[in-house]
């Protein structure tokens, strides 16, 4: 069961790159890396899924190394509308969803 | 496509007393994820529906329970209520419930037990 570790916390300023890091070093070779989104009495919603070196859409980056012990998702120039809980989960093509475990997730807060 | 909708949104009960919360995901989606979120334990995996069939269950008392009807729409049922049962549930559905799909939560329903 690979657990994951992120930030508590994190603060921001509009405009600028924020990086959250997790780390996950139990990580398995079928698994793979997705990063959710949720805001304060809404449901998550999904932000960026990847397997391996670099993934982008429209709204993210997600950053994984050649060990994938760890992960960054990168999200450009935040603005506060950003400001939210972000979780990190690793899981694989399984149907055990009994296994995912979304932790405690990053609270970030972005500033004017 | 319409989201995941969940009913209702907002619930007040009182000890002992039991509880059914309704949720109907995507059109085309078959798996049914519930959800129990408090500030103190996050959010925790309370099970899975798919094809009508409980696949996946988490550490919850059985007080806790669903279903899940043909049309995929499912229900869970939470019996003799306890305060600790004061929480916001959420249902996540997604196409076929592996561990990466891109699961889609509803709105949840607020549930505080006086």
């Known amino acids: 069961l690979a657990k994951t570790t992120q930030p508590i916390s994190m603060d921001s300023y509009e405009g600028q790159e924020v990086n959250i890091t997790c780390s996950h070093n139990n990580i398995a070779t079928n698994d793979y890396i997705t990063w959710y989104q949720q805001f304060p009495s809404q449901g998550p919603r999904f932000i960026i899924q990847g397997y391996k070196t670099k993934v982008t859409n429209e709204v993210a980056s997600l950053f994984i190394p050649a060990d994938r012990k760890s992960s960054t998702l990168s999200l450009p120039r935040v603005s506060l509308s950003d400001t939210a809980v972000y979780y990190c989960l690793v899981g694989t093509p399984s149907y055990n969803t009994d296994k995912l475990i979304f932790g405690t997730g990053t609270r970030l807060q972005v500033f004017p | 496509k319409a989201g995941v909708t969940q009913t209702p949104r907002y619930l007040i009960k009182t000890r002992g007393q039991q509880v059914t919360l309704s949720c109907s995901p995507i059109?085309?989606?078959?798996?049914v994820s519930w959800y129990q979120q408090t500030p103190g334990q996050g959010l925790q995996f309370l099970f899975e529906y798919f094809s009508e069939t409980q696949r996946n269950k988490g550490n919850f008392p059985g007080r806790f329970s669903g279903r899940q009807f043909s049309n995929s729409r499912s229900e869970m049922n939470v019996s003799t209520l306890e305060l600790g049962d004061s929480a916001l549930y959420l249902c996540?559905?997604?196409?076929?419930?592996?561990?990466?799909?891109?699961?889609?939560f509803g709105p949840g329903t607020r549930l505080t037990v006086l």
């Open positions: 059109s085309g989606h078959r798996s």
């Open positions: 996540a559905s997604s196409l076929v419930g592996q561990e990466t799909d891109t699961q889609y």
